[in-house]
């Protein structure tokens, strides 16, 4: 992210108040976005989010500062802060609220049933209670679901086929995401299927997650599953070398954990979700009630494996998976 977009976004989170009053007073139709973030800023400005929907706005004739301004709150991974933040942002008034995390869409659904609310990411927005339905939504709130619930079982059966002795699954979870157990349920499953035997591990912070991987060690773990989940997204480096360290093949559901040395990643692209949220938010500028546009879902899935981790694991993988990769990391 450029020097000056990281200026113009910290003054957004700070207070945006004068800003976008200065805004509406000189061009009359700057219309204002809060984003409510279960991750921390740095997540944020590190892996492309904001790019992402920013460049999807432009796309789609929005320019930021003329049509729209953003106010952002950043809950650090910390659940407790979403309620406050999120009656902030309703209360600064905003014409939609752009939220990222299960945490988040959750406290912004709670915080307002008037304000438009778009969510970025929800693994299961029906059985989450977010949406009566895909196609209806209802009340104030739409957005995009990565259908994470259905992929982890795709996961676990790609790591079987990398991993040809695996018998005993570590799976890694984070308690405070409640999107995390039916994912967990849903692996539980497949892995009957496979003869496998879950191993469940949880953790909420980097210090966790050092205790988590020393413990599948101890149990002996042939492979983990790491669910998708913005605390493990900013710790991705920490945990791909802890997976290495103690030689325990994963899995992953975003390509950046496989880009810094995860085996494999297989799932929808969450950057491309915020791309794809500009066009939601251009719906509900034009008039759309957001319980009216129909939740999307990905049609588009990324196998990326990397044979450097393949090959520091002594693991070799087999050629009808390398075939169907969409991206090898040499």
Not at 197 to 208: C, D, G, M, T, V
Request: hydrophobic share 45%; net charge positive.
């Amino acid at each position: 992210m450029s020097t000056i977009l990281r200026r113009r976004f910290l003054l957004a989170t700070a207070v945006l108040l004068a800003v976008s009053t200065v805004s509406h007073a000189q061009r009359g139709k700057a219309r204002r976005i809060g984003f409510l973030f279960f991750a921390t800023e740095a997540w944020a400005l590190t892996t492309g989010p904001m790019d992402a929907f920013l460049s999807g706005m432009r796309a789609l004739g929005y320019e930021e500062g003329r049509d729209f301004v953003v106010e952002a709150r950043f809950a650090g991974n910390e659940t407790q802060r979403l309620p406050r933040f999120a009656a902030e942002l309703v209360k600064s008034s905003p014409d939609v609220i752009l939220a990222f995390g299960t945490p988040s869409n959750h406290a912004a659904k709670k915080a307002t049933s008037t304000i438009p609310i778009v969510f970025v990411v929800s693994s299961d927005p029906v059985g989450e209670g977010l949406a009566s339905s895909l196609a209806r939504p209802g009340g104030n709130i739409t957005g995009l679901s990565n259908i994470a619930s259905v992929l982890v079982s795709k996961q676990v059966e790609l790591l079987k086929l990398a991993v040809q002795k695996l018998s005993r699954l570590a799976v890694l979870s984070n308690p405070g995401h409640t999107g995390h157990p039916p994912q967990v349920t849903a692996i539980g499953a497949v892995s009957k299927k496979l003869g496998l035997h879950i191993l469940p591990f949880q953790a909420r912070n980097s210090e966790e997650i050092g205790n988590a991987f020393a413990s599948m060690e101890r149990e002996r773990a042939d492979a983990v599953v790491v669910l998708g989940d913005a605390v493990f997204s900013e710790q991705r480096r920490q945990i791909v070398e802890l997976a290495l360290k103690h030689r325990v093949p994963s899995i992953y559901s975003a390509p950046f954990h496989a880009e810094v040395g995860g085996l494999i990643s297989y799932g929808a692209d969450t950057t491309d979700h915020f791309r794809q949220a500009a066009a939601f938010v251009d719906r509900i500028f034009k008039g759309n009630k957001p319980g009216d546009i129909p939740i999307e879902q990905p049609t588009r899935f990324e196998l990326v494996l990397n044979l450097r981790t393949a090959k520091a694991l002594g693991i070799r993988l087999p050629q009808s998976l390398l075939l169907r990769a969409d991206r090898v990391i040499e």
